[in-house]
């Protein structure tokens, strides 16, 4: 098959999305071509790069000293594609190709695009990793509704382990949003006596009592009185912050007992006026970790745990029927409609909790 052109979403400036057409390199004795099914919109990191507020936008990230030096900010937007949630089908390897074969469905850190081609065994120098570093081959049972969940369920693994969640663990949660959804399931896979949600959204909180969580609504309680209530006086062991709200970490915090965890895994932006460090964090002896497992930044039990391996765990635990993911999609948009589903995610976030793109 000699597919030559393709499409992507790409992102000209703030709020603008464009299909563009564009070469693909030509296939190689390790190229694997792959057609793309579905893909995923990253409610969180893509959401901040077309709303222009990503750091990274206008400050340059020192990979070496892990750092953003304290320089005048960037002037101009550079363009960029978007996307890392792609499922797509092998139509085509080269013959030194050995992992994949014609076919095979697989899920990939790969953007939103009609067709891509990528090289296997290909190393990775830098950040964003080459198309196929990160790739997984899915499972007969496992479908690309499920697969375009492996990236966010990584996430969710990461952070359930940077939690070191324990048997018997009171645990709260807060966001109902597709990753709290998937830090609830794993974190009672973990051992979690009990998992607390707090969620203002009565369909989310729904959604979460479903898979055996207990749902509060910040709106009608103070979440980390009703979670000392409901536990017999217990504060929460650990507590995952989900929801990317800066108000939510200091929730997060009050709800976690003495020289317990807070993990957050929301991509903040801008400063943190709510998060008052002065009260339950500092009397309380409170850990606090930022969960990440992009920008070269290692599990914490690296390298037993390298990402790869976490991504292979999440779909197991799919094809499993352990990990439920069905249900999470709420809105498909065909591909050359890209633009509609980045402003209804713009727009509308409390309508949708994953909007996933469709390629004919």
Known sequence: ????????????????????????EPMGERSVLVKSVLSGISHGTEMALYNATAPTLTKTFDRKKRLFPDVEPKKEFAGRTLGYENVGQVVQV???????????????????????????GKPMTSWP?????????????????????????????????????????????????????????????NGARCVFVSEPQENRRNMAVALGAIGLD???????????DMAGGRAADVSIEAS???????????CTGMGGNV????????????????????????????????????????????????YETVVDLMARGQLKVENLITQR???????????????????????ALSYS
């Open 263 to 310: 993990v957050t895994l929301g991509f903040y932006q801008g400063g943190a006026p709510d998060l008052r460090l002065g009260e339950e964090w500092h009397h309380n002896r409170v850990t606090m970790r930022s969960s990440m497992t992009a920008w070269l930044c290692p599990s914490r039990y690296y390298p037993q745990w390298d990402p790869l391996r976490g």
């Open 333 to 355: 948009v065909p591909f050359e409609r890209a633009a509609e589903a980045y402003r209804l995610v713009d727009e509308h976030p409390r309508d949708v909790l994953k909007v």
């Open 244 to 254: 990317g709200n800066q108000k939510a970490i200091h929730q997060a915090i009050r």
């Open 129 to 189: 990793p080459p198309l196929g570093y990160y790739s997984v081959k899915l499972p007969s049972n496992v479908t690309p509704e499920q697969g375009i969940f492996t990236a966010l369920a990584g996430v969710a693994l990461a952070a359930v382990q940077d939690a070191a969640v324990k048997v018997g663990d009171y645990v709260v949660v807060v966001g109902a949003g597709a990753i709290g959804l998937l830090c609830t399931q794993l974190a009672l896979l």
């Open 94 to 120: 080269g013959p030194q190709v050995t992992a994949l074969q014609k076919g095979d469905l697989i899920w990939c850190f790969a953007p939103h695009m009609d067709y891509y081609i990528f090289e296997e």
């Open 218 to 228: 910040p709106t009608r309680c103070d979440v980390a009185m009703a979670v000392r």
């Open 1 to 24: 098959m000699a597919v030559q052109r393709a499409r992507r979403v790409w992102l000209p400036s703030p709020k603008t999305i464009e299909i563009q057409d564009i070469d693909l």
